[in-house]
């Protein structure tokens, strides 16, 4: 792309605007070629109610950052798809796709890769390689629109019965969204813009393991957005291991963000926690992130870790997963056991991507060995920090 080209899909619609003046166009052309992107369709020869003129022009302009589809993992009888895309740069990250009887979730990435480095996480352990842009980030939910729109997707009929549009979008996939704030927030204006794709903000989930300025940023979006921050740890003296990130933001800090971020916004917060065997599923962590949610009045939801490459963590017992669950309900607080979409295809989280290249990216400096320095934590020492 050179600095005259654009990605059409990295515009907002006031620089589609500004573009379309630039071209001595109306503006009403903008809304015009919006509604072609926002229907999947990114090249100008296709956009058929524009003059032809416009469309020769903006072909020399638009540089579309298309992603080609080189993997699809199918799971859940039809119900879950998972998609590697690769942009033209040759970077690949991954799209989800989630089918249940009323709802479409798309689960989209935001980063190739990522640096917070949890030790349990697959696309942890690959390491940060860029940034994705805002239209990146948007195309992830357009692919999957189109192809609920036609009811194939990669030569695949999808089930009888799933919708026919995306409903809600999960900002969980690979990287952590609020480290690209301007490509997480520009992305949920594109999405929720009632003239475009009409996505409701409550239907968008943003998920954080904890930055607190990025929290503040999206606070003062003014849109009433799930934040889902994973916790993981209820205790500073683990959760500095299990999310590096907790070193520079603790949890008395995030928990006050939160509950900032509820008071503003009146949205309830979402607690994930990825229960590991022997790790942060004892009745201490359990009590006290009963304690975190019941104050802040957050659902939360837990979720068996999934088996990842390289980690010999594992997720407990059935039996300990319902003690566990039961335990967080007794201090007041709301917990379910999430289901673990795509684990029969190879297809949990950040491992379709980990079969297809692990390693070699950048990682913060704390969560350099995290892993093994949680092995080597006496899990039952009282703890040093805020937590319950
Ligand atoms: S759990 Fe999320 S923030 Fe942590 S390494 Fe994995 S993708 Fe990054």
Redesign the pocket.
């Known amino acids: 792309m050179t600095a005259s080209t654009l990605d059409p899909y990295a515009l907002s619609r006031d620089g589609l605007a500004d573009l379309v003046a630039e071209l001595g166009e109306p503006t009403y052309r903008a809304r015009q070629i919006h509604a072609w992107l926002v229907r999947g369709v990114d090249d100008p020869a296709e956009m058929t109610d524009l003059p032809t003129g416009l469309r020769e022009r903006l072909s020399e302009r638009f540089a579309p950052s298309r992603p080609e589809l080189i993997g699809h993992t199918v799971a859940d009888d039809g119900h879950t798809h998972k998609l590697l895309l690769r942009f033209p740069d040759g970077e690949a990250i991954e799209t989800v796709l989630m089918l249940y009887p009323r709802r479409a979730t798309v689960c989209i990435s935001t980063q190739a890769g ?1 640096a ?3 030790p349990f ?1 697959a ?2 352990q690959a390491g940060f390689r860029r940034q994705l842009t805002a239209g990146e980030v948007v195309r992830q939910v357009v692919v999957a629109d189109a192809a609920l729109r036609s009811g194939v997707i990669d030569d695949q009929a999808l089930p009888a019965g799933a919708p026919d549009h995306v409903t809600n979008v999960v900002y969980m996939g ?3 969204p609020l480290a690209n704030l301007p490509a997480t927030l520009a992305s949920v204006r594109w999405l929720h813009d009632p003239d475009g794709f009409d996505l409701s903000a409550r239907g968008i989930t943003v998920s954080t ?1 904890g930055l607190v300025p990025g929290i503040r940023k999206l606070e003062q979006l003014g849109l009433p957005v799930t934040l889902a921050v ?1 916790l993981h740890a209820s205790t500073d003296e683990l959760r500095d291991h299990l999310v590096p990130i907790n070193r520079t933001h603790p949890l008395a800090e995030l928990e006050a963000t939160m509950r900032d971020y509820r008071r503003t916004t009146n949205r309830r917060v979402s607690i994930e926690w990825c229960l590991i065997g022997d790790v942060n599923d004892d009745d201490e962590q359990a009590d006290r992130l009963g304690a975190i949610a019941a104050r802040l009045r957050a659902h939360v939801n837990v979720i068996p870790m999934n088996p990842t490459p390289g980690v010999t963590w594992k997720e407990p017992t059935q039996a300990r997963m319902r003690a566990f669950i039961e335990r967080v309900r007794r201090r007041g607080a709301e917990a379910t056991l999430r289901d673990t979409r795509g684990r029969d295809a190879d297809a949990a989280c ?1 491992q379709l991507l980990a079969s297809y290249t692990l390693g070699g990216g950048t990682r913060l400096p704390a969560a350099v060995g995290a892993a093994d320095r949680v092995d080597a934590l006496q899990l039952g020492d009282p703890p040093r920090g805020a937590g319950a």
């Open positions: 990522c917070m480095g949890c996480c696309t942890g690979m990287g952590e393991v994973s950040g």
